[in-house]
């Protein structure tokens, strides 16, 4: 059994930073891509931000130069750093890992629990 584990979220002024982090835990042999995703009441939930097996990323246009993906394989952990933070960036934040869980094995998708982030004076 695999589990995402998401943490970091919070209530944060306009212009603040958050730094999420997502480990996965249990029967895992290999992650490839990892990602961000967000969802806004009433709104589809969107990526934010993927990274791949040898760190190349891609982040979408509304949070360029602000948000950073990042993963340590070690630790089977994504992190994202979000800096220069607005209100429309409040959401629920989820990850997302393609995880491999025995050798030979299909490998499926699995998503964390979600993390409230709030951006609001």
């Known amino acids: 059994q695999v589990q995402l584990v998401e943490s970091g979220g919070g209530l944060v002024q306009p212009g603040g930073s958050l730094r999420l982090s997502c480990a996965a835990s249990?029967?895992?042999?290999?992650?490839?891509?990892m990602g961000w995703y967000r969802q806004s009441p009433g709104k589809e939930r969107e990526l934010v931000a993927v990274?791949?097996?040898?760190?190349?990323?891609n982040h979408v246009d509304s949070v360029k130069g602000r948000f950073t993906i990042s993963r340590d394989n070690a630790r089977n952990t994504v992190y994202l750093q979000m800096n220069s933070l607005k209100p429309e960036d409040t959401a629920v934040y989820y990850c997302?890992?393609?995880?491999?869980?025995?050798?030979?094995?299909?490998?499926?998708?699995?998503w964390g629990q979600g993390t409230q982030v709030t951006v609001s004076s």
């Open positions: 997302n890992m393609n995880i491999r869980a025995l050798f030979g094995a299909v490998p499926r998708d699995y």
């Open positions: 249990g029967r895992v042999f290999s992650i490839n891509d």
């Open positions: 990274i791949t097996r040898d760190g190349s990323t």
